[in-house]
């Protein structure tokens, strides 16, 4: 029997959107802190990140707005939140905020496990958009041979979408190499997304941000991006069958795909593929939009 008197109903915030939460993991030293103040200073909508310490992102002075408690409000809208008082807090403070955030972009700690995390991202309001690893091209093969590390290492692969080299412009190709031979050894199938520095991984977190036309909407693409962009058109209507054999045979340096298909009973559904994740979903009533064409992003 069901004590009803316990029962407790939640209301979705933001009138049922949820906004999409990107995971960056990676062993200290993979260069995360490095990606997320590059993904700041690029980015121009307002992104909420969550970080171990606010002080450790090391924002320029004159983009900060305010700074209360374990909060830095800065002035294009984005948030950057201690999470020192724990997830359930920090997700409850941004559950708080009477707008939502186009884009959520949470730190993990470098021996955190991202598998464990990530149910907090599809909690009420948010919806898990992709794990992305960092990997130090530099110190990994040694990192994953250390009883010391190695666990560490392992767990954090398990979890990952997409796999990012950093640091490939400080090592000889060999070793590049040598280091994807054996991640694919290990989890063949995640994709292997090389940048020369952790600054260059922070236009990839770029690309998870919802833009002011709709989900499928995209940054414009700058000199030095590492990533290109595409349309593919999607047949209307089209069944969910044909949507998945569409998205089986994108190509293999695909990091990320997205957009809105309309089926024959005139359901749209969302697509969001990050990586090997993906997720085929009705399209909630506070995000609906027309359909779209698929938007594949390339490194």
Sequence with gaps: MIDDSLTVETIAPWDGRRVPVTLIGGYLGAGKT????????????????????????????????????????????????SLAEGL?????????????PDHVVL??????????????????????????????TEQFLDRLDDERTMSFIRTQLCA??????????????????????RLGQMEPDVPIRRTRTA??????????????????????????????????????????????????KLPADTVRAKGVAVTADGTRLLVQQVGRRRNVSALPQAEDQDATDLVVIRL
């Design 34 to 81: 490095t990606a997320i103040n590059e993904f700041l200073r690029r980015t121009d909508r307002p992104v909420a990140v969550l970080v171990n310490d606010v002080g450790e992102i090391n924002i320029d002075s004159a983009l900060i707005k305010r700074r209360h408690s374990d909060t830095l409000e800065l002035t294009d809208g984005c948030v950057c939140c």
């Design 88 to 100: 359930a807090n920090a997700f409850d403070s941004l559950r708080a905020r009477p707008e939502a």
């Design 107 to 136: 730190e993990l700690s470098g021996v955190a496990n991202p598998a464990r995390v990530a149910p907090w991202a599809d909690s009420d309001g948010f919806r898990l958009d992709g794990i992305i690893v960092l990997i130090d």
């Design 160 to 181: 990952a979408d997409v796999f990012v080299l950093t640091k490939t412009d400080i090592v000889d190709p060999a070793q590049v190499a040598a280091v994807e031979s």
């Design 199 to 248: 600054h260059d991984a922070g236009a990839l977190l770029e690309v998870g941000t919802r833009r002011p036309g709709g989900v499928a909407d995209t940054p414009p693409a700058q000199l030095f991006d590492p990533h290109t962009v595409e349309t593919h058109p999607l047949r209307q209507p089209i069944s969910q069958e044909e949507l998945h054999a569409l998205l089986d």
